[in-house]
């Protein structure tokens, strides 16, 4: 089972151990709670409770003190947990299309605005992301719609 499906069912066991009388496996909590601990780099994603209660005792004496309704309890999981699932389930969809896809930006701006554009695009490039600005890289005498269209799907 991949990582993405093994913490959604987390998060789902984690919200029934809280908010029903069906007790969490102590195992299971450990395992699952130390398997995303240890990936670094989702260790920012990862809920704080997560990394603050060791045990299933911790988290109910933590969660319950702090939250008492089902309905908080509720929200409060999903939304801990919500940045960690998008990332996990995106993660392979990024990294399978990354070395197929290149991104591109288009910036478009006004007169007015040139040089904060010009900015933008150094800072883009320096990201490894190619970009292009509206009257520096698209000729006058071009169909402007038609060629930023080609630019970004490219």
């Keep these: 089972m991949d990582l993405y ?5 987390f998060q789902e066991a984690l919200i029934k151990h809280l908010t029903t009388t069906e007790a969490m ?18 260790k920012e994603f990862i809920p704080p409770f997560l990394i603050q209660n060791r045990t299933v005792q911790h988290l109910n004496q933590s969660i319950k003190a702090s939250l008492p309704t089902y309905a908080q309890r509720r929200t409060y999981i999903r939304e801990s947990f919500s940045r960690l699932l998008d990332v996990l389930e995106f993660e392979e969809t990024f990294s399978a299309e990354s070395e197929q896809m290149t991104k591109k930006a288009f910036i478009s701006y006004s007169t007015d605005d040139k040089i904060i554009a010009g900015k933008l695009k150094s800072v883009l490039e320096g ?9 520096d890289d698209i000729e006058v005498s071009e169909e402007w719609s038609k060629r930023i269209l080609e630019e970004v799907n490219s």
């Design 127 to 135: 990201y490894d992301i190619p970009s292009f600005m509206a009257h």
């Design 5 to 9: 499906k093994q913490t959604l069912d």
């Design 25 to 42: 496996d102590e195992h299971a909590y450990e395992t699952l709670r130390k398997e995303l601990i240890e990936k670094a780099s989702l």
